[in-house]
């Protein structure tokens, strides 16, 4: 199966133009994308939204960008050019409007579904924070849940960032596991030339939070620190600071800027890494949420150990021991914050546990012949797993397929 995949074509379509300087969800597409390069594809990225300043630079890793439309047949005809034999969806909200129309133009193409993460999971616990409720997996029963789920059954082949949503998806909604593959983050390997570059204990201080803001549990995150763990926690720890960086901070997130009390809210980080590396803990009591976090990765990457909560740390370190501390309760999460701010001991073997988590878990080296095995496997295949997912063939039939018709019925009425 060597060089399979070269000289083959690509078709990424995203729901937006990737930012990995902005998003764990951009980082991650990049690394796919990197991948796919790596085996010899050629490589197209179409988006129909606009694109920003902060837009990765994709001509510039060799990657084709076309700009599509939404409920347009002009998408049909750009698909018969391309003749991809692989399209890449970002997001089952993306399969739900273009994947009828790459099944009908190209049906020999692979369609292949990156979760980033599930949608439904992280949105039935947001809905029971905000209701004051415990969450529980009866909650999931959503329409949310119908339509990603229904995604992956009419995709050929879905990646799964979270072992936890891995098992979600096998054993209570009975998923076969064949369509579905567990891929994090893919990173290098921390070795001793990296750590001997970090700042030590005593170079670093004050505590840091990093997330994008348009994604909900990073403002909520913040809410949760500003008027519950800092106040406590400031005073414990006087002269210490809070120091929050991401990027789309709106006016409501700046105004909680307060350098009298030591909260200090930066916006944009311009290198997430840099920001990191001279703080001594990435405190983030996350409340709801769903995937891995991509900011937990980068502070292992700069040897930042890291207080979180049961949902921030799901599915990140299997057996091995967390980088810092995971509690659920405020008490806990400001004992344990102040604890590891002071105990140079503790902090220097939470930063090696972070080191560990990295190369055992997280080391594209691991997996990365694993899932070219699998992808390959599930592209030769094709016919026969798609006579096995019979599921699938039903959900792409004519009587099922409210979001194709809508679609149809917008390119009309937009005509």
Not at 303 to 313: D, Q, R
Request: aromatic residues 12%; contains cysteine; negative net charge.
């Amino acid at each position: 199966m060597e060089n399979f995949w070269s000289g083959k074509q690509l078709v990424v379509i995203g729901l937006v133009w990737p930012e990995p300087g902005s998003s764990a969800a951009g980082s991650r597409m990049i690394q796919l994308i990197r991948w796919f390069l790596s085996q010899g594809m050629q490589v197209r990225f179409a988006c129909a939204a606009g694109k920003s300043d902060f837009s990765f630079d994709l001509p510039s890793i060799g990657v084709q960008e076309e700009v599509i439309r939404l409920n347009d047949d002009s998408f049909d005809c750009q698909l018969t050019d391309w003749n991809p034999d692989l399209v890449l969806f970002d997001r089952f909200m993306v399969e739900e409007q273009y994947g009828w129309r790459v099944a009908q133009t190209c049906p020999h193409a692979l369609r292949v579904l990156d979760t980033e993460d599930l949608h439904f999971l992280r949105y039935a616990r947001q809905d029971s924070y905000k209701k004051g409720i415990d969450f529980n997996e009866e909650s999931l029963y959503t329409d949310r849940a119908k339509r990603e789920i229904a995604s992956i059954y009419r995709s050929d082949a879905t990646l799964i960032i979270s072992e936890y949503e891995m098992n979600l998806l096998t054993r209570r909604f009975k998923i076969d596991a064949a369509m579905l593959f567990y891929l994090p983050f893919l990173e290098d390997e921390i070795g001793s030339s990296i750590q001997s570059q970090w700042p030590s204990f005593e170079e670093r201080r004050d505590f840091v939070f990093i997330g994008n803001f348009i994604h909900e549990p990073n403002w909520n995150t913040v809410q949760v620190l500003k008027t519950r763990i800092w106040p406590e926690l400031r005073k414990k720890l006087p002269g210490v600071k809070l120091h929050i960086y991401g990027a789309y901070a709106s006016e409501k997130v700046m105004q909680l800027h307060q350098p009298k009390e030591s909260f200090l809210v930066h916006g944009r980080a311009e290198e997430v890494l840099e920001v990191l590396m001279p703080c001594r803990i990435l405190l983030a009591p996350i409340p709801f949420g769903a995937g891995v976090k991509g900011k937990f990765i980068d502070a292992m990457k700069t040897g930042t150990p890291c207080i979180t909560t049961s949902v921030g740390a799901e599915g990140m370190k299997g057996d091995l021991p967390w980088n810092g501390y995971i509690a659920d309760a405020d008490a806990d999460i400001i004992e344990r914050a102040m604890h590891l701010y002071n105990d140079q001991d503790d902090w220097e073997k939470a930063a090696l546990a972070g080191i560990q988590i990295l190369n055992q878990r997280y080391a594209s080296d691991l997996m990365i012949n694993e899932f070219s095995e699998w992808i390959t496997n599930r592209f030769v295949d094709l016919k026969k797993n798609r006579q096995s997912n019979f599921i699938g063939q039903l959900l792409l039939h004519h009587s099922l397929q409210s979001t194709k018709y809508m679609s149809l019925w917008i390119q009309a009425k937009n005509s």
